[in-house]
């Protein structure tokens, strides 16, 4: 696992809303983490159900490439 404290529920709903400038970027960076980890759950999901690496860059929005690379394991 990574050292990233787990920031879902209302402390993340309240560091995003906040006017100090820290706490709104420690929001962004755990809604980043947030989204990689949903996007690699869902990859995995797509590709086990055999949607094509095109199909997952076409609703993603990116290139093939590009979620290939990121996505692809060995």
Do not use: C, Y
């Not at 920031?7 to 755990?30: F, K, M, N, Y």
């Not at 999901?45 to 929005?61: E, F, H, M, P, Y």
């Amino acid at each position: 696992m990574n050292d990233e404290p787990d920031r879902s529920g209302p402390d993340l709903d309240s560091e995003a809303a906040s006017l100090d400038p820290e706490q709104g970027l420690i929001a962004v960076r755990a809604l980043r983490v947030l989204a990689d980890r949903l996007e690699e759950v869902h990859v995995r999901n797509a590709r086990t159900k055999g949607w094509s690496w095109q199909a997952i860059a076409d609703v993603l929005k990116v290139s093939r490439q590009a979620v290939h690379q990121k996505h692809f394991r060995d």
